[in-house]
Each structure stands twice: as C-alpha cells, then as structure tokens.
T-cell receptor, first 117, second 114 residues
Framework: AQKVTQAQTEISVVEKEDVTLDCVYE???????LFWYKQPPSGELVFLIR??????QNEISGRYSWNFQKSTSSFNFTITASQVVDSAVYFC??????????????FGTGTRLQVFP | NAGVTQTPKFRVLKTGQSMTLLCAQD?????MYWYRQDPGMGLRLIHY???????AKGEVPDGYNVSRLKKQNFLLGLESAAPSQTSVYFC?????????????FGPGTRLTVL
C-alpha cells in the first residue's frame, strides 16, 4: 500500500532562516509521482511541484528547492531565507500514476510551518 | 479564469439536515474530486468523477452522494448530516487521464454539523 509520512507536525523558525520539510514515501510502484502543496492561513491548497520517479534531479524555484532521493524514499522541501509569507501547512502527496480504477492521490498529514518576524 | 470555485464557503447544519455543496471549474478539466480535510489526517478522497455522467467512490464515501450532470460541475450531497461530517471540504479538478496529473483545488467549504 502507498503511504506518505510527514513526521514533522509543526516547525517554527525566525525569518531568514532556512528550513527543510521532510517527506518520506512508501510505494511498490516503479512509476510514481510526488507532489507538494501549500495551504496558507486563507485555506486554499496551492500546487507547488510535481515530480516523477524517473527524474531525480533536484529542482530549484526561487527560494524553494526540492531534493528527491529514491535511495531513501524521500522528497524533501527546503525554503531558503524564509519569510513570514511562507507560514502555511505544507502537504506532500504521492500517486502511482495508474488508471482511475487503481491508484489514488495519497496525502501526508502535513507540516505546519510558522515563520516569525 | 476563476479556476475551481466552491459554494458555499461556510455552512452550519443541524444533525439530520441535508445540503449540497457545489463545485465548478472553468478549465475544461475532465476529472473532478471531492476531499475532506480533518485535523491531523491530511486530505481524504470522498468521491471522484472521470467525466460527465460518471462518479466513483473514494476512500470515505459513506454518508455522501455526488453527481456530475455537467462537465464543469460536481455536486456533493449530504442526505442526513451527522456531527462526524464536520470538516473542511475541498473540490479539485485535473485535466488528464491518470492520477499522475496535477490536481487543482478550490478554496474549500467549512461545514459544521451540530
């Protein structure tokens, strides 16, 4: 069965600190997809990134970067020089990429990040 | 382009009452989903639809019904609300043909059942 674990329930940092949010996944599929979503205090879910299992290159987008390591089944998310606007709940999610009779999108329980000024 | 919208944003029901949540998307997406979000549990799939006129059960379908009469709309119904259905409900849509596609979410509906 597929599973996503976000062991960090809540993280607090001071502005300008770097912070890494951990995501560990379990799957038997050789093809799978990983996602990160952000849920700011306003409540909506904002898509951040999608990565397939064949692409282990790290990705950087501004202050955001993602480290995908198949050897440790992890897809960690780092925010560099954090800002107050980064305060949110962040969800990692996994899908097998199969058809709609089999796979589903499985979410972790989320990590609440609080950035203090 | 509004993306995915949900109506209403907030609702309070008494046990046993019924209601319908409306989800609309203007991205011409084929696939639509209803999730519920509860504290400490992430998002769980209630029902989904792979096209107009189709629906399927997700992980937690009991107590809910859905309909997809038009491609752009996906309705979630509670026939007899229970306090256990107090939650935040999210609708999402995706364009493609598998769970690999990115899902785009609406703003959510906060439902309280007393």
């Amino acid at each position: 069965a597929q599973k996503v674990t976000q062991a960090q329930t809540e993280i607090s940092v001071v502005e300008k600190e770097d912070v890494t949010l951990d995501c560990v996944y379990e799957t038997r599929d050789t093809t799978y997809y990983l996602f990160w979503y952000k849920q700011p205090p306003s409540g909506e879910l904002v898509f951040l990134i999608r990565r397939n299992s064949f692409d282990e290159q790290n990705e950087i987008s501004g202050r955001y970067s993602w480290n995908f390591q198949k050897s440790t089944s992890s897809f960690n998310f780092t925010i560099t020089a954090s800002q107050v606007v980064d305060s949110a709940v962040y969800f990692c999610a996994l899908s097998g990429g199969g058809n709609y009779n089999t796979d589903k999108l499985i979410f972790g329980t989320g990590t609440r990040l609080q950035v203090f000024p | 382009n509004a993306g995915v919208t949900q109506t209403p944003k907030f609702r309070v029901l008494k046990t046993g009452q019924s209601m319908t949540l409306l989800c609309a998307q203007d991205m011409n997406h084929e696939y639509m989903y209803w999730y519920r979000q509860d504290p400490g549990m992430g998002l769980r799939l209630i029902h989904y639809s792979v096209g107009e006129g189709t629906t399927a059960k997700g992980e937690v379908p009991d107590g809910y019904n859905v309909s997809r009469l038009k491609k752009q709309n996906f309705l979630l119904g509670l026939e007899s609300a229970a306090p256990s259905q107090t939650s935040v409900y999210f609708c999402a849509s995706s364009p493609g043909t598998s769970w690999a596609d990115t899902q785009y979410f609406g703003p959510g509906t906060r439902l309280t059942v007393l």
